[in-house]
């Protein structure tokens, strides 16, 4: 592994790239790791109705798009989100997930997959009655993701 740091002045923010062949489990713990060091907790301004709230990026469940719209899921909340799903795939650490063309999961909150075979599994949330589809396309990675993250390897 080749480790190089480039010194930019007038940057605003500290930027981490990480380049590889493929993505593997040392990849996503390097990414989580960098991603802990932040200074404190990491917040995602969202929206509902007239007021701006600040929630802690590890207290939402999963981001969905509702007609051209993004929805962030909390517990028990659902606020509005100004980006779009793929800034928030580069924006989000590494414990959030594509699992459908329209969702971004959290998988330290993924309680339980219902697997179905002909349309979209489920996915249910620890803690929330709240529900999300997994497509086909995003099952196998996203089982994968949950058993090396779930068993600590």
Same mark, same amino acid.
């Given at each position: 592994m080749k480790v190089k740091i480039e010194i930019q002045e007038g940057l605003e923010e500290e930027e981490v790239v990480i380049r590889c062949g493929s993505l593997n489990d040392s990849v996503i713990g390097l990414q989580n790791l960098i991603s802990k060091q932040g200074s404190g907790k990491r917040c995602l301004g969202l929206t509902k109705g007239e007021t701006q709230y600040y929630v802690p990026v590890e207290d939402i469940y999963f981001l969905e798009t509702e007609g051209r719209e993004i929805r962030a899921h909390t517990a028990d909340q659902i606020y509005e989100c100004g980006f779009r799903l793929y800034e928030l795939e580069e924006l989000l650490p590494g414990s959030f997930m594509r699992i459908s063309k329209s969702t971004i999961a959290n998988l330290d909150h993924i309680y339980s997959i219902t697997r179905n075979l002909t349309a979209s599994s489920e996915v249910e949330f620890s803690g929330s009655k709240k529900k999300a589809l997994v497509s086909r396309n995003y099952? =196998?990675?996203l089982v994968? =993701? +949950?058993?090396? @993250? @779930? +068993?600590?390897?």
């Amino acid at each position: 592994m080749k480790v190089k740091i480039e010194i930019q002045e007038g940057l605003e923010e500290e930027e981490v790239v990480i380049r590889c062949g493929s993505l593997n489990d040392s990849v996503i713990g390097l990414q989580n790791l960098i991603s802990k060091q932040g200074s404190g907790k990491r917040c995602l301004g969202l929206t509902k109705g007239e007021t701006q709230y600040y929630v802690p990026v590890e207290d939402i469940y999963f981001l969905e798009t509702e007609g051209r719209e993004i929805r962030a899921h909390t517990a028990d909340q659902i606020y509005e989100c100004g980006f779009r799903l793929y800034e928030l795939e580069e924006l989000l650490p590494g414990s959030f997930m594509r699992i459908s063309k329209s969702t971004i999961a959290n998988l330290d909150h993924i309680y339980s997959i219902t697997r179905n075979l002909t349309a979209s599994s489920e996915v249910e949330f620890s803690g929330s009655k709240k529900k999300a589809l997994v497509s086909r396309n995003y099952y =196998r990675a996203l089982v994968e =993701r +949950l058993n090396t @993250k @779930k +068993l600590g390897l």
